[in-house]
């Protein structure tokens, strides 16, 4: 594992598993299908299938989620962590909102990890789906294509003293990303109380 794949943010233990990388055992992953649905773990041993954010108070618990292009968004407060795989469909379901609500926001800590930062969309269900939740302030023609600002529209979700990774899936080739290489993979970013 790369140095700066593990660090801390605030009261938070960040680390980021690249594909080939042999995960560690005991990291309580979610199966994830772009939906809005949150899990509280107390165990591990959950269900976990259906679920794009967990949360817990668990001291001894290491929460994960898996993306590519996504973002991997990591919540903590003084009582909790979170983590939260935020796609076009959780953007707009509200999934950000929702695992908010879970967090007492003046002691709140934030990190969002790599991910696209914007990309193309056509004017489809996407497009409709995001138009009608945020308007056209995320929409910018560039080169005859509509570009959707991922970032900025995550960014004005979150709270100012949110962290982001700088690194982006476009244009940073250790990390995997669908919409640059048109094939699946993904990476793991894991949290856990320092």
């Not at 990309?119 to 995320?138: H, I, P, S």
């Amino acid at each position: 594992m790369k140095e700066e794949n593990v660090f801390d943010v605030g009261r938070m233990h960040i680390r980021l598993f690249l594909p080939g990388e042999q995960l560690p055992k005991g990291i309580v992953l979610t199966q994830q299908t772009h939906s809005a649905n949150i899990r509280i773990v107390q165990s591990g041993d959950e269900n976990l299938e259906n679920y794009d954010a967990l949360i817990t108070d668990k001291r001894n618990l290491t929460l994960g989620i898996k993306t590519a292009d996504c973002a991997p968004i990591c919540f903590s407060d003084k009582e909790r962590i979170g983590i939260a795989h935020i796609g076009w469909r959780g953007l707009c379901l509200g999934l950000i909102e929702k695992v908010l609500t879970n967090f007492n926001t003046e002691d709140l800590q934030m990190y969002v990890g790599p991910f696209l930062n914007s990309f193309e969309v056509q004017r489809d269900f996407c497009y409709d789906q995001l138009k009608q939740k945020f308007g056209n302030k995320f929409f910018h023609e560039e080169s005859n294509k509509l570009i959707f600002d991922f970032k900025k529209t995550i960014d004005s979700l979150l709270p100012r003293q949110t962290v982001y990774d700088s690194r982006d899936t476009r244009t940073d080739f250790s990390f995997p990303s669908y919409r640059r290489e048109k094939k699946k993979g993904n990476f793991v970013t894991a949290v856990s109380f320092r």
